[in-house]
C-alpha cells in the first residue's frame, strides 16, 4: 500500500511563492515518475508537472519556468516550487506518483491540497 501526504499550500498573493511538497510512504520497491496534477472549480484536473526517475521534467505551457519540479529520493519526497503566482493557479493540487509495489505498478493519488492566489 502506498501514502502520499501533501503539503505546502494555503494563500498567497498574486506574484508571490509557495512550495509543495509530497511525501511517500509504504511497500514501495521503486517510484518511477512523481507529478502534481490541479483542478480548479468547474473545470478538468491538468497536469503542472511531472519529474521520471531517469530525471526528466515536464511541465503544463502555462507553469514553464515558474513551477520548477524537484524530488528528493532518499526522502520519497516531491516538491513543486510555484513561483510569480497569478489568480489563475488557484486550485487543489494533487500529487501523483508512480511506483512499484511488489512487482506491480500502481498509481497512486494524494489528498490535494488548496494553493489561492488572490489579493
Not at 42 to 50: I, N, S, Y
Request: charged letters at 10%; hydrophobic letters at 30%; aromatic letters at 8%.
Amino acid at each position: 500500500q502506498v501514502q502520499l501526504v501533501e503539503s505546502g499550500g494555503g494563500l498567497v498573493q498574486p506574484g508571490g511563492s509557495l512550495r509543495l511538497s509530497c511525501a511517500v510512504s509504504g511497500s514501495i520497491f521503486s517510484i518511477s515518475y512523481m507529478g502534481w496534477y490541479r483542478q480548479a472549480p468547474g473545470k478538468q484536473r491538468e497536469l503542472v508537472a511531472v519529474t521520471t526517475s531517469g530525471g526528466s521534467t515536464s511541465y503544463a505551457d502555462s507553469v514553464k519556468g515558474r513551477f520548477p519540479i524537484s524530488r528528493d529520493n532518499a526522502k520519497n519526497t516531491a516538491y513543486l516550487q510555484m513561483n510569480s503566482l497569478k489568480p489563475e493557479a488557484t486550485a487543489v493540487y494533487y500529487c501523483n506518483v508512480g511506483s512499484s509495489v511488489a512487482g506491480t505498478h500502481v498509481s497512486s493519488w494524494g489528498q490535494g491540497t488548496q494553493v489561492t492566489v488572490s489579493s
